[in-house]
């Protein structure tokens, strides 16, 4: 496994189902059904919401601190097995706080697991603050005012849930907050909505990484302007897949397009409970495509690391192991890791 980044996993969609059955049985909560086929038979999908409808049902079931911890430990845990060394993870306090879990608990309980997870597995991980946009631009800005006394729990903020009919505009306010705050600011865009809500996210926003984005390819001046802007955009290629935002088959996917076309693209794995897995299963069904080799794979690896907000130390450090990894297996140094 190439070392790498994991910029693009919401914490609540890493909730696999034993972990939600114990948590169900835990807090006596009921679920539609006690069956692990039957909850593992709901993640069928067509559209972006059919998931939203079961991810925010599922999520009911995290109720206190031990709960959100285990469920960040789980996923870290996991993440190792993929080569991931720095994992910048969404959460959508929204969910939780709307079911009166306090944002205290929420953050408290993930950060926590963030802590054991380090000295665990030795992965270092951080958190973004993610808005529902079906809520609305006023209950973010009071959302981000919520969170605002654990500041130091979180790096950024992001933008998720519901996309089209919510466009980023809905949301410059709350972005313009968190950058008072020193806050680094990324959204989805692009991933059922146009290549203008890619352009909104950009210029409305400032958001310095594109989630998804893979509808920017209908725009050529968009092209041209993420490319020459080097602004990341991270893709996740077994949820467009589940989600149908993208063909059924992975070699009519938009990534190699868009790498090829000189974006800062990476791969990642999104909600991988739900889209049929993490990291290592998303690069295995692109392999599978004919889509990406060794070197390909490292230069995904390398573009992770350089998309993240990493400073430059932890940047070096992790280059170094992508250098060292390369020449374990003989495959090419990846031109982003190559010494500096
Ligand atoms: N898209 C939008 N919102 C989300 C997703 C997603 O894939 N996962 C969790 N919230
Ligand atoms: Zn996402």
Known sequence: MWPTAELHVHIEGTLEVPLLLRLAERNGIDLPTTDADRLRSRCSFSRLQDFLDVYYEHLDVLRTEQDFCELMLAYLARATESGVRRAEIFFDPQSHTARGVPMAVV???????IARGREAYGIDG???LCFLRHLGGAAALATLEE????????????LDS????????????????????????VAHAGEEGGPDYVWEALDVLGAERIDHGIRALEDAELMAALRRRAVPVTVCPLSNRALRTAPHDLAEHPLPVMFDEGLVVSV???DPAYFGGYLDANMAALRDAGVVDDAVEG??????????????????????????????????????????
């Open 299 to 340: 230069e995904l690896a390398a573009n992770a690391v350089a998309s993240s907000f990493l400073g430059t130390e932890g940047k070096r450090a992790l280059f170094a192991e992508i250098r060292a990894h390369a020449e374990a297996i003989g495959a090419p140094v990846p031109s982003r890791a190559v010494a500096g």
């Open 147 to 158: 969170a605002l006394p654990y500041r130091d729990a979180f790096i950024g903020v992001g």
């Open 162 to 185: 519901s996309e089209v009919g919510f466009p980023p505009s809905l949301f410059a306010d709350a972005f313009q907050r968190a950058a008072a705050e020193g806050l680094r600011r």
């Open 126 to 128: 951080a958190l973004i």
């Open 268 to 270: 990642h794995s999104d």
């Open 107 to 113: 953050i408290g309980g993930l950060s926590d697991g």
